[in-house]
């Protein structure tokens, strides 16, 4: 096995910077507070931490920033951090933009949720001299009903060797100690197998010096608006992409199983399911045609991983699995003829 590179805190007169890049649902903003938590209260370091996100609770893009630093060295900044020590990905698919690694350091660690064998094609940019750990954060939490985050703890804490991992375990327990008991222990398992269970990604980043810094800003402003707030090009909704909304788990349909009865396109809210309508194969005892209406699969570019389909379906012709890269491609069947993703 490859020997991994333990990060150090710097000097007392530099910070270091973590960034995770999550989606809501993940607990990516959880896992920043419990760890700035556990820095500054109980390992003398000074510390910051705070999180960017959308206005939906779960699926939009979350950003967690933590910020440490010797305890002379006072954190006067609350601005995001574009260059970090470490990124950690909390969700495969949010590799796709350049944003999510953007500012990578050569010096740096990538820390990624990947299933075994997943190696991202966008991990050819990360310079090649950044260690790149890849976790299976996703079935590690599925098998110990935890959640994902609790896993990249446990790897990150394992790279950083200024952090105390019995100090960050002690303080992630604590957080659900009194409201969940059984959600502690399941944590606890998640950690210790998250410290354990990571793979060191040697030869895959093949970029020279640190990545770009990118900072997002809005395609149109006061500059570049059209007079009288035109907007000539309308979004549209069929070409809308849920896809990273999908926090690791997929519904799967059996149609072997299913008795075409309805049940989950009356909880979907995203319309996702895709019926087919045939006329005329069943007769009407008045002698008129009628529709058969059967459920063909799901068009996963619009399906948001709520698994409401699953929970109301009465023969498990839906069922939960982990997803895997290619998986919702390989068993989509469109909504529409033709609808491309445009985000
Ligand atoms: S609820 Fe289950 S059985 Fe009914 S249509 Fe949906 S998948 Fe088929
Ligand atoms: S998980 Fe099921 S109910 Fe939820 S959006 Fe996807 S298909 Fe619809």
Redesign the pocket.
């Known amino acids: 096995m490859p020997t991994m590179k333990r990060c150090a805190l710097p000097d007392p007169s530099g910070f270091f910077e973590i960034r995770f890049e999550s989606i809501g649902g993940l607990g990516a903003h959880a896992a920043g507070q419990i760890l700035a938590r556990a820095a500054v209260l109980k390992m003398n370091l000074n510390g910051a931490h705070f999180s960017s996100y959308g206005s939906e609770k779960k699926g939009s893009v979350v950003r967690s920033y933590i910020r440490l630093g010797a305890a002379e060295k006072p954190i006067r900044t609350s601005a995001p951090i574009d260059s970090p020590d470490v990124i950690v990905v909390f969700h495969g698919a949010l590799m796709e933009q350049d944003v999510t690694m953007a500012g990578m350091k050569d010096s740096g660690t990538l820390i990624f949720n990947g299933a075994v064998d997943e190696v991202h094609e966008k991990l050819e940019l990360i310079p090649c001299g950044t260690q790149i750990v890849r976790i299976d954060a996703m079935n590690i939490a599925v098998e110990e009903l935890s959640r994902p985050n609790a896993v990249m703890l446990g790897t990150l804490t394992r790279t950083l060797p200024f952090l105390d991992a019995d100090i960050v375990l002690k303080a992630l327990t604590e957080k659900f100690a009194h409201r969940n008991p059984q959600a502690a222990a399941a944590n606890e398992r998640a950690f210790l197998r998250g410290a354990q269970e990571f793979e060191l990604l040697e030869g895959v980043g093949k970029g020279t010096g640190d990545l770009p810094v990118i900072r997002p800003s809005p395609v149109l402003g006061y500059e570049t608006a059209p007079i009288g707030g035109v907007i000539p090009y309308p979004g549209n909704t069929v070409s809308n992409d849920l896809s990273t909304s999908r926090t690791g788990l997929m519904?799967l349909f059996k149609e072997q199983d299913c008795i075409h009865c309805g049940s989950?396109a009356t909880?979907?809210?995203?319309f996702?399911?895709v019926w087919s309508h045939e006329e005329g194969k069943v007769e009407k005892t008045n002698g008129d045609s009628a529709v058969t209406v059967r459920l063909k699969g799901?068009d996963y570019q619009y399906?948001?991983?709520?698994?409401?389909?699953i929970e109301t379906c009465p023969t498990e012709a839906m069922t939960r699995v982990t997803e895997t890269p290619g998986l919702a491609d390989q068993l989509r069947v469109p909504l529409f003829a033709q609808s491309t993703p445009t985000n």
């Open positions: 519904p989950c909880v979907c809210p995203d996702c399911l799901i399906c948001k991983g709520c698994m409401r389909c």
